[in-house]
Every structure is written in C-alpha cells, then in structure tokens.
C-alpha cells in the first residue's frame, strides 16, 4: 500500500515513515504540497491541516479528484469546527487527531 504523508515536522515525517514500513506499506513522505503535488499513486493519504506552503484541507480536495478511490485524512491537534467538517465531508474525508499512534495507523491501513 502507498501511503501519501504532507507535514512539514520532519520528525513527524521520520516517525511515521518507521512505523509505516514495519506495517509493510510504502511511505511517499512530503515536507510540503508543493513536493506532495508530483506523487502520482497513492491508495491512503494523510494530510497536516496547516502546511508552510498551503492549506491541507484544500490539498485534500485536490487529492481526491487525482484519485477518486483513496482514503483522505487531515491529521492535526487541533479539532476542527463545523465548516472544516462539512468540507471534509464534501470531499469524502476524514479527520486524525495528533500524533497518530502506531496502533491506529494500522487500523487506517486495514480499512
């Protein structure tokens, strides 16, 4: 499975791309949207809200209409409000709360 990961915390970066590999997935780690816009296939994509060069919740919608059929997460620590939720629902994705722990990406991956 390739798993799209956009933060700009190279540590958050090195840990999941760790823990993903363990898991057995592929990670395609990107420090911005600018490096994450390339990637071409992808079958999971997690997102940070607030990126240095752009919006993740923006991102996401871009994400989805360059595929249609994978699984969309923004992930931040901070909760998103009602209008951040209807768009994520408009776009047929979902929010993660940080960190992600090793015990939930897994249950991402088996969705």
């Known amino acids: 499975m390739n ?4 933060d700009d915390s190279e540590e958050l970066l090195m840990l999941l791309n760790a823990v993903l590999k363990k898991l057995g997935c592929n ?7 600018a490096q994450a816009s390339a990637v071409k296939e992808f079958d999971l994509a997690l997102v940070d809200w607030n990126l240095e060069d752009g919006n993740g919740v923006d991102f996401l ?9 994978a699984s969309l997460y ?4 901070t909760k998103p409000d009602e ?6 629902d408009q776009i047929g994705a979902f929010y ?3 960190p992600l ?3 939930r990406l897994k249950q991402l991956i088996d969705l």
């Open 83 to 88: 209008t951040i939720k209807r768009k994520l």
């Open 74 to 77: 923004l992930m931040s620590a």
């Open 61 to 69: 919608a871009k994400l989805r209409n360059k595929n249609p059929n």
């Open 27 to 33: 990670p395609l780690c990107c420090s911005g949207i």
């Open 96 to 98: 993660e709360a940080k």
């Open 3 to 6: 798993v799209l990961i956009v």
């Open 101 to 103: 722990s090793p015990i």
